[in-house]
């Protein structure tokens, strides 16, 4: 159960001053909240299998495989300035 005097000590500590009806207002309302996650616990979930995701997502991405490379001299053929087999590009920082 959640008091006045609660909502008041959260408001202080959120630096929010609260008009009198606020602080009644929101004491109400964190009172329902608290009676609704207590209605939930009383159910019984014993065969609910736990879940991440109300939806089945599952991850597209194919596994990382080692595949044939283009030839060095033909990817560097075209590049402004080389460095052996890299491509050489003016220093940043």
Do not use: C, W
Request: no cysteine; aromatic share 4%; charged share 35%.
């Amino acid at each position: 159960m959640i008091s006045k005097q609660d909502v008041e000590h959260v408001a202080l500590l959120a630096r929010l001053e609260l008009k009198e009806e606020e602080k009644e207002l929101y004491t109400q309302q964190l009172n329902k909240i608290l009676d609704a996650a207590r209605a939930l616990q009383e159910l019984n979930t014993d065969d609910v299998p736990p879940t991440a995701h109300v939806l089945p997502i599952q991850n597209v991405f194919r596994e990382d495989k080692v595949g044939k490379h283009i030839d060095p001299e033909k990817a560097l053929a075209n590049a402004p300035d080389r460095e052996e087999n890299f491509f050489k590009v003016p220093k940043i920082v």
